[in-house]
């Protein structure tokens, strides 16, 4: 028989073991003290976090700014409540996840709240055999305008499932059209707007958008200056109903085109090609899909066989995306 302190020593041990850790608790263990108090300071915000069905929130840590009161709400411009609600909801998902799943190469994509989704990229394999260690297997959240975040210190349990402390705010994802403008990639939306494919990139249903750098739009587009050959060109890098964040583009796997052409993923080094374009920035999140960008314009040209008399033409502008423009048309007769 027991004695009755081991027994009562027991049950404390015991009890203490599975005692409810609140979501306020576990920021304060997450170091995310000042997120907590900025949470507590407003019913809105309690009210989303403590929400039954969250599994997952991600932290800003303490060190990310001095008053997170004045912060949070600069960051998230929360001029209007529809604005609080965005904010704080992409802080934090009804899915799980753990630093495993997110920082296993090559990362994940997890959709907030907000309903907009992250994407967590991975380079390097974790060490089965050894704890975690985030300085050298790095966890890199994208959201909004390709903005990025790591997470400092992972997996620290509340309530609901685990608290992931970062080391800055997520960007509420925009439109591609302000994306572009915002990232300075003005001659691509420019051209999209030309070639009449605004209602395209606006699609809810979701895409995936290859766009290039200013330089390399001029440099591949330069003289396709009618709307029609530019909305030939463009629509090559247009992904419709596929939101291709990076972790889901696996080496070899073919993306079908608005334009009905194929463009190869291929994954060298780490690096990512689209055909033979680099990859130069990766997953600009938007409200409905993600943006790439490459190092090169895409001319390809759907390989038309029909009966008849056929005439090929071959034209190859100097910066292509690894393919030469090859157009196989029918001769009036
Ligand atoms: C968390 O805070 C403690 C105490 O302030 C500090 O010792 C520790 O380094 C912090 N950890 C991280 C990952 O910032
Ligand atoms: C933020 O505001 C809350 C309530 O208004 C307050 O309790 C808390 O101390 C403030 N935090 C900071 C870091 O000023
Ligand atoms: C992380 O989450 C995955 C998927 O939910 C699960 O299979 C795995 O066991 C978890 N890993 C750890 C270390 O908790
Ligand atoms: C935007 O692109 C233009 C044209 O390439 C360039 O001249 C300008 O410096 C860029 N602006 C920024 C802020 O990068
Ligand atoms: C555009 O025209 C110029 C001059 O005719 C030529 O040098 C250049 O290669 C052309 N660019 C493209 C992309 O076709
Ligand atoms: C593109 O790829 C799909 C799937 O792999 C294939 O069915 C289709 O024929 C290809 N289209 C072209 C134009 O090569």
């Not at 015991?14 to 000042?34: E, H, I, P, Y």
């Not at 190469?105 to 967590?120: A, E, F, H, R």
């Amino acid at each position: 028989m027991l004695h009755p302190f081991l027994l009562a020593f027991l049950l404390a041990v015991f009890s203490a073991a599975t005692q409810a850790v609140s979501l306020f608790d576990g920021l304060r263990n997450a170091n995310a003290t000042k997120f907590a108090q900025w949470i507590e300071s407003d019913a809105a915000l309690v009210a989303i976090f403590t929400a039954p069905g969250i599994r997952t929130v991600f932290a800003p840590s303490d060190d990310v700014a001095e008053d997170f009161n004045k912060t949070g709400h600069r960051l998230l411009r929360m001029r209007d409540t529809s604005m609080i609600e965005r904010g704080a909801s992409i802080q934090c998902s009804e899915s799980s996840c753990n630093s495993s799943t997110l920082g296993t190469p090559p990362g994940s994509v997890l959709g907030t709240k907000d309903g907009n989704d992250i994407s967590s990229h991975a380079s390097n394999e974790p060490n089965p055999l050894r704890s975690r260690h985030l300085s050298t297997h790095p966890i890199r959240i994208f959201s909004g305008l390709g903005n990025s975040v790591s997470v400092v210190k992972g997996d620290t349990p509340f309530d609901g499932g685990l608290i992931q402390t970062i080391d800055g705010f997520f960007t509420i994802p925009q439109s591609f059209s302000s994306t572009f403008r915002i990232k300075n990639l003005t001659n691509f939306n420019a051209g999209i707007q030309t070639a009449g494919l605004s209602s395209t990139v606006d699609d809810p249903a979701g895409l995936t958008v290859f766009a290039t750098t200013n330089d390399v739009f001029q440099a591949g587009t330069g003289n396709s200056t009618s709307p029609t050959q530019l909305a030939g060109v463009l629509s090559n890098h247009i992904v419709p109903g596929f939101r291709g964040y990076r972790p889901l583009l696996v080496d070899g796997a073919t993306l079908t085109t608005k334009a009905g052409t194929n463009l190869t993923v291929h994954i060298r080094n780490g690096e990512y090609f689209i055909n033979e374009a680099r990859i130069i920035a990766s997953d600009l999140i938007t409200t409905n899909g993600v943006a790439h960008v490459l190092d090169k314009v895409c001319h390809i040209s759907l390989l038309l066989s029909r009966p008849g008399v056929n005439r090929l033409l071959i034209d190859s502008p100097t910066s292509t995306c690894g393919f030469h423009r090859l157009e196989l048309v029918n001769e009036p007769n």
